[in-house]
Structures are given as C-alpha cells and as structure tokens.
C-alpha cells in the first residue's frame, strides 16, 4: 500500500540522531558559558553592595550598643539558635555586646563572625570569633578563638546534667552548650548555626529582638508556630491554656536571665 512518502517522515538515521545530540552539546556549552557570565557579574554586584551597606551596619551597631542585651534577646527569640541554648549559656550571653559578621571580600571564599563581650565571671576573652574559609586543597574549613574559661567555669565540660535540668524540653535538642559550637569544626562546609547567622539574624536582627512585644500585644505572634515545634507540642492540646502556657515558656527563656542582670548591676 502507499505508505511512501504521504506527509510521514523516515524515522532520523542513527547519524542523524548522532549530529543532533552533539548539536544539543554545542548548544549547552553556549548556555554554560552565559551562565558562567552572569555568574561573575552577580558577584561583581554583590561585592559593589557590600561595600555599600558596610556603612549602615556599623551605624547599626552603634546604635545596638545602645541596647542591654540585645544580642542574647534576638539569639533568645530565634527558634533555631534557642533551641541550642542551655540556661547557664543564655546567662553569659548576657555579657554579649555585640555581633559582627564579615564576608570575605570575594563573598565565595568564606566569613567570619565576632561576638565581643563584656567582662564576665565565665571567661578572660574580649572577643570570640569563629571564621569559615576554604582551606589550601580548596575544602571549606573553621577556627575559632580558643576561649581563655575561668576556672571551673568551663560550660562546654560542665555536666550535661546541669545545662538540662533547666531546660528538659531541649534536652533531645542538644545537650551541648552552645560554647562547643566554637570548638566544633566537623562541619565547616555547612555549619548551621553560622549560615543562620550570617543569611538569617545578622542581615534583620531587629525582627527577631521584637518577636516577644508582638506575641504579648496580639496575643498570637507568627513566631508561635515555631516555637511550638521547638518546644514540643505542650501548648497546643488545651485550646484554652494556649496563651498561658506561651507566657511560661518566654519567661523560661528570656525574662528571668534580664532579672537577674538587673541584679547584678
């Protein structure tokens, strides 16, 4: 029957189909090539804005300054950051003055972190930095200060029973204290609590030192949904206790170590 050429084309020959792919491949490279372009002008851009912002974060932090314990309120409020805190380390964040985070200069290659801090019964250092970069062989890598403790003050050896009878609803969180976060460098390459810092706190610190005003004016602050996969879901089965028991919890976390400053000065 007619099934010569009525409008059907012949199947592509196996040449054929051998010239289209490495056509694909050609194509390919074109794109990989813009992509490779843009790239470097995205960086370029990024570079020009860090230069530009550098101005307004030290504007900000002296104006943070200004502010007693900023710092451990914002780091208090972020449901990622809390979650790594045991009472004793929120009390000697509250000698933390400020946060600075540096980005290298080519943006790619890494970052570095300071924490100043005033002076405190826990340990000698002004400051504590920890800096990701990629090391010789080019593998993402971390140092940290090592931290000077006083003596028998050290919170990364205390016993983890300690840290945790203050916070049980933590404790399958992270016994540790967060001090070993500076000593840990398993991880350099995506080490969580510095990412948070870098591309979550330190870009809008603000928003998360207001969090508690919110939750106290609404009665429902969005944060609340965090908090509650963090905690546990205590709060969530007696409808009519909710709000209750979320004042305990703040004042679990953040109230009592600011009474207790007040104290002390």
Do not use: C
């Not at 943070?64 to 964040?93: C, M, R, W, Y």
């Amino acid at each position: 029957h007619g099934t010569s050429n009525s409008g059907v084309l012949p199947p592509p020959t196996k040449k054929e189909q051998q010239e289209a792919i490495e056509h694909i491949d050609e194509v390919q490279n074109e794109i990989d090539r813009l992509n490779e372009q843009a790239s470097e002008e995205i960086l370029k851009v990024e570079q020009k804005y860090n230069k530009l912002r550098q101005p307004f974060f030290q504007k900000r932090s002296e104006l943070i300054a200004k502010i007693p314990n900023f710092g451990i309120t914002t780091f208090v409020n972020h449901p990622q950051v809390s979650a790594l805190l045991g009472e004793e380390d929120e009390e000697a964040l509250h000698y933390l003055t400020r946060v600075e985070v540096t980005e290298f200069e080519d943006i790619k290659s890494g970052y570095r972190i300071d924490f100043y801090f005033d002076e405190n019964p826990y340990f000698e250092n002004k400051v504590l930095f920890k800096q990701f970069h990629l090391n010789e062989s080019g593998d993402p890598s971390s140092k940290s200060t090592e931290i000077k403790w006083n003596s028998g003050k050290d919170l990364t050896k205390r016993s983890s029973q300690t840290q945790n009878k203050a916070s049980r609803k933590r404790q399958h969180e992270q016994p540790e204290s967060f001090f070993t976060w500076f000593t840990d460098h398993s991880d350099a390459g995506a080490d969580e609590l510095g990412e948070v810092i870098k591309d979550d706190i330190w870009p809008n610190p603000l928003q998360y030192y207001l969090v508690p005003d919110m939750d106290n004016e609404k009665g429902e602050g969005e944060e609340d949904d965090d908090d509650e996969e963090e905690e546990g879901l205590e709060d969530i089965d007696e409808e009519g206790d909710e709000d209750e028991g979320e004042e305990d919890e703040d004042d679990d976390e953040g109230e009592e170590g600011e009474e207790d400053e007040g104290e002390d000065d």
